[in-house]
């Protein structure tokens, strides 16, 4: 009976193993067919990679075995491999069904190859019962390769030279299994350049795919072995030396950052663009795990106490490290809302892209080229305007991090804040007074959104500018522009800042008068006022936006949040209305206790614009805040330490941010629409606002 039931799993097996092998590569190597597979990509085709190959050859094998041996344990042994390796196809290929992956080709193709899914499903059922009645699965006394060496002997088939070889092999069983990975890879290389090409750059294509694939068959073939002993070592049975075990962990790393590379890289907020872009991603989190493991496999191998202690230390350091990067990792993807807009409108949302062609560009990298400008507009909409959110960052946008050693690492990830704006929504009914936003320097127009949506939502038409070449990231034309040490200078002085400013302030002129034109386009047509245009601005965006006023006869006022003042308005004063908001002890506000020569030179700057203007100038300090506590990055996670690099204060940045908000809005109603602000006229809601005396 036992005999019976033992020839049964075999045959099941060899079953089972056929079916696979059709479905799996008529639906893999025939291009016509692979069109309309639901499993083409990862991370469903990196399970299907390794298994395609290793179930036909493995059944192959144990059909050529059992020619020798007929009723040895190895040959189960073989039999619950292929089972393994079809159930987990299987389920690997259910799960894309289930996703909906590649939905859009769906039809009665696809339809066909997943009722072939179903019969190789159903083949796995009757291989598994008969292999659990079959008994237990022993190892023999003889490697698979002696006796495929023997099957070769009956058929009078020299082997002499080949038992030799194996011989070589069976003593060096690691470079033997990196000969044929490699080997198999780069056939298969050859083959895809041969089918359907390798790409643009087909040598650094080629390579990795043969470097990839000799890995992700090693990370298969070893613990292969081990179960199935188709190569033996000739040595003694020893402990796994701790390297090896490294290296292994190391290479099976990598076939599971390659199936779920871009999660990973969402997580990481990570751009996978290029193949060197993965390629750097595989190598880096290999290097962790090679190091993770390494440590590991030290620690248990040690016997002294300490031996122990001293590669447990590390272990700890690496592990806390490692364990810490986690949880960062996942919480800085969890969403985010910035706060809602108070005002009576809904927010839409546009880009453009402007330039001046009466200037040339002074801080571009190569001169002649005119002076180009990234503008978004937010302007007020219905408030019932549907559609999907616009997205904080789109695009390439995304590049913005603050430069620290690693950027993006323990920032919250852009992709997870939630505007409340709606990309080309409709435009409510009106006409809207313009406001022109600048940046603080490094900084862009999106992480202003918070303020933006909020003036938008009271009924202003806000154009915010990017100044190219000063901001870390300005994106021109879907490409990503960086900073100039033109235009991002490290050295800072009067004459530096003056120059700049003169580059600056010439943008939010342009952007003002270039934004009136939208009253006669695009989907602003009839709604845009920007005869008194309002400038407002963050840092030396906020020094820019009294110069714009200064030198605009028809400004109608000025905002400036926490920046230091600079130019010629600093000498001669504003003849229209003001707003200065600074943040705790801020020399901005001309009132702080100034210990260094910096902060008392910003202090005198401010103190100089107070005596020399003619228009009333509102001062207020905000108790609790930094200075990036007037951007969006108070309410962006930022873990610990990172956050410690962040000139940011205690006050929860939400609240900060309704505050500032609440000031700037009222100060636009009074400046611009003329309207009573019971904030400007000594009302005080909030106890972190401390009131300077208006000027």
Known sequence: ????????????????????????????????VRVFSPWQDDPYDVVISATELLVPALALAIAIRARVRPASGDLL????????????????????VAAGAHADVRGWQQHLMIAGLAVVTMSAVPLAVSLRRAGPATRGDTDWVEDLLAAAARLRVPTGWARRVAGVLRGHRIVATVLLTTTVSGWLALAEAMGDGLGPRPVQAAAFRVVVGAVLLTAVLVPLNAYLGLLRSSRPRRRVPVLMAALYGAAASVPVTLAFREGIGYLLDYQLGTLGDITRLVASLAAVVFLVTLL?????????RVSRILVGLPLALVLLVV?????????????????????????????????????????????????????????????????????????????QHIPTPLPGLGEGSFAAVRTHAVDGAAVAQGRFPLV???????????????????LAGHGYVVASLTPTYSANVTVLHGHAVASTPAGKPEAWDDKTA??????????????AARAARLDRESRLAGHVDAGHPLYVGHSFG??????????????AGAVDLDGALHGDVVRTGL???????????????????????????????????????????????????????????????LAAPIRALFPLGSIDGARGLRIQNAYVTQFADQAVRHLPSRLLSGDHPYPEVRALPTR
């Open 77 to 96: 042994r073989g039999a619950w491999a292929v089972l393994v390796a079809v159930v987990a196809t299987a389920v690997t290929c259910w799960a894309s």
């Open 323 to 399: 364990g810490y990067l986690g949880v960062v990792t996942v919480r800085r993807v969890l969403p985010q809302e910035l706060p809602a807009p108070t005002g009576a409108y809904g927010v839409g949302r546009m880009f453009q892209e402007w330039t001046d062609p009466g200037r040339t560009d002074p801080l571009a990298p190569s001169p002649g080229r005119p002076r180009e400008l990234s503008v978004w507009i937010w302007y007020p909409a219905p408030r019932d305007a549907g559609g999907p959110r616009a997205p904080y960052t789109p695009g390439e946008w995304g590049r």
């Open 1 to 32: 009976m036992r005999r019976v039931t033992f020839t049964r799993a075999l045959r099941w097996c060899m079953a089972s193993a056929s079916a696979f092998t059709v479905l799996i590569l008529l639906t893999t190597q025939s291009r016509a």
């Open 296 to 304: 590991v496999q030290a620690f248990r191998t040690r016997r002294r």
């Open 498 to 511: 003056d120059g700049l400013l003169g580059v600056w302030t010439a943008d939010a002129r342009f952007v």
């Open 436 to 454: 022109v936003l600048a940046p603080g320097l490094g900084l862009d127009a999106p992480v202003f959104s918070t303020l933006a949506q909020e």
């Open 542 to 555: 906020g020094a820019t936006a009294f110069q714009a006023c200064h030198d605009d006869p028809s400004c």
């Open 575 to 637: 003849r229209a209305p003001a707003l200065i908001l600074g943040g705790d002890d801020s020399c901005v506000t001309g009132t702080c206790r100034a210990a260094d020569a910096e902060n008392q030179g910003i202090r005198r700057q401010t103190l100089r614009l107070l005596a020399a203007g003619a228009g009333p100038i509102w001062r207020y300090e905000i108790a609790g805040t930094g200075h990036f506590d007037f951007t969006d990055y108070a309410v962006i996670y």
